[in-house]
């Protein structure tokens, strides 16, 4: 079955930077796009990146864009999330994604707090 384990999260100070992973298994992890979400108490779930199946195509959020980096490494199975210059308001859990028709699988999240 499809599994996502996310980690990497915790708590930075404004400024900082995390490295957050998504570890993926139970697919043709190459075969397949991968997304990262957040989201907070209150508010609908965000697409924050988003990166093709081989690599060489990533869209991003409007609020992350030049701050963030989305990569992957199809050997390891592995999706990332780099996140440079973060801000307070990027607090949120954060969930790797995958679409496979019909439905998306999601990973448990991995809480991201930046405060100082």
């Known amino acids: 079955q499809v599994q996502l384990v996310e980690s990497g999260g915790g708590l930075v100070q404004p400024g900082g930077s995390l490295r957050l992973s998504c570890a993926a298994s139970?697919?043709?992890?190459?075969?397949?796009?991968m997304s990262w979400y957040r989201q907070t108490p209150g508010k609908e779930r965000e697409l924050v990146a988003h990166i093709s199946s081989a690599g060489d195509s990533t869209t991003y959020a409007y609020s992350v864009k030049g701050r963030f980096t989305i990569s992957r490494d199809n050997a390891k199975k592995t999706v990332y999330l780099q996140m440079n210059s973060l801000k307070p308001e990027d607090t949120a859990v954060y969930s790797c994604?995958?679409?496979?028709?019909?439905?998306?699988?999601w990973g448990q999240g991995t809480q991201v707090t930046v405060s100082s």
């Open positions: 994604a995958v679409r496979r028709v019909p439905r998306s699988y």
């Open positions: 139970g697919f043709t992890f190459s075969s397949y796009a």
